[in-house]
């Protein structure tokens, strides 16, 4: 610093500096050692949990390592506190010091997905491959489309946690509206499924089968069901079943001869057969080739679908009306003779129409605890109609590794 005396007009005389102090850095030695503290980070909160821990000193230059296997993963915060060669540390405490957050994740593959065996209308099942032990969590994601890129568009997902297996090889994906029924006669006595004889025709097994025959009789033999609900239509209901084998009838299309008859003391519904077809209250007859037959009853019974297999035969057609109440099946007419083999016969107290084919869209994802792993491809299956059981997509995935060898080429 430097006084510099000048004039002043005759008044002051001002003594200032001219020059700035000299600057010198903070004195600093290169650091000797380093310890490594390490805190967890709660994987829901993203808070620190507990104190840090001291993995140890290791020293300022080189690499380190220490073993770090939780049961799940939590990311984790490094601390580094340089310590100079007399022991002087480099921060006043940890908080101050160097810090890295470390990401921590041992499930990244995607795995591979892929369906086992066939589609049935009610369940397909995938299979689950290239993932590891450390898997603690899965997500399936499910759709009905795909965008214009490929990706599922408004996915449903499934969280499948530790205490459920997300290891499992295997996941059975079901779709509901599945056919339920209250009650089942499948084709033995009637009498011991809870059904009364009326009429003196010929009634007897046959094979599965329960066989009514009133051939050359010119009379009405069937069954009726002893209890019966008092309001079976009060919530929809639904009467399925095989069309039975005709081997003779007089008559020469669907008729009372061969007929099942659903009522509710206000509304009828008559499934009449024939060889090869079948018709809903006298109208319409329609060729079952064989496949099952539905008759659907809306809630409250004003009207009712028929469907034959996965096509939908009747829509919405009215019931006649009726003052009786019950289930009958069997030769129906007086005059009309016929030789049916029953097969049996189910109903359900709501309506079900039957499922059509369906096609959704699958992905898997893993996670050992913090993140999501890569998603799987996208796997596209197909349930089967439930009338004709066709259309349902098929696999051969084998989700578990193996070693193969044809003996002829060793």
Known sequence: MDLILRPSGGQ??????????????????????????????????????????????????????????????????????????????????????????????????????????????????LGVGGFSEFVRRRRIRIAES????????????VLVEEDANPRALYIDISRTGNFTPAFSWAGGDPAAGG??????????????????????AD???????D??????????????LDPPPVAQTDAGAP??????????????????????????NGGAAHAHGGLKVRLVVAVGGLTADLWVGDALAEDNAAGAATATSGLWFGDLAGADDSDATWQNLSYALTPVPTRLAQTIYV???????????????????TFANEGSGDGGSAG???????NEYEISTL
Not at 256 to 279: K, M, P, T
Not at 364 to 381: C, D, I, P, Q, Y
């Open 12 to 125: 002051n005389i001002v003594l200032r500096p001219q020059a700035r102090p000299t600057w010198y850095p903070a004195p600093t030695v290169d650091a000797y050692e380093v310890e490594v503290w390490m805190q967890e980070i709660d994987p829901d909160t993203g808070a620190l949990l507990d104190s840090p821990r001291l993995l140890g000193r290791f020293p300022a230059v080189g690499e380190f390592s220490f073993p770090y296997t939780p049961h799940s993963d939590r990311d984790v915060r490094l601390y580094f506190m340089p310590y100079a060669a007399d022991g002087t540390p480099g921060f006043p405490d940890l908080r101050s010091a160097t810090q890295i957050t470390v990401l921590f994740r041992r499930e990244t593959d995607a795995p591979v997905i892929g369906q086992v065996g066939d589609a049935t209308a009610d369940t397909v099942t």
């Open 146 to 157: 795909l965008d214009g890129g490929g990706a599922l568009v408004s996915p449903v997902e």
């Open 227 to 240: 209890v019966w609900p008092a309001a079976p239509f009060a919530a929809g209901f639904t009467l399925e």
């Open 219 to 225: 009379s009405a033999t069937y069954y009726t069901k």
């Open 195 to 216: 059904f009364t004889k009326v009429g003196s025709g010929v009634a007897e097994s046959a094979g599965t089968g329960w066989r009514v025959s009133t051939t050359g």
């Open 363 to 381: 992905t898997v994802a893993h996670s050992s605890g913090v993140a999501w792993g890569a998603e799987s491809n996208v796997l596209e299956v």
């Open 255 to 280: 008729s009372q001869a061969v007929a099942v008859r659903a009522e509710d003391g206000a509304r009828r519904y008559e499934l009449r057969f024939d060889g090869d077809e079948v018709s809903l």
């Open 396 to 402: 051969d995935f084998d989700p578990i590794p193996r």
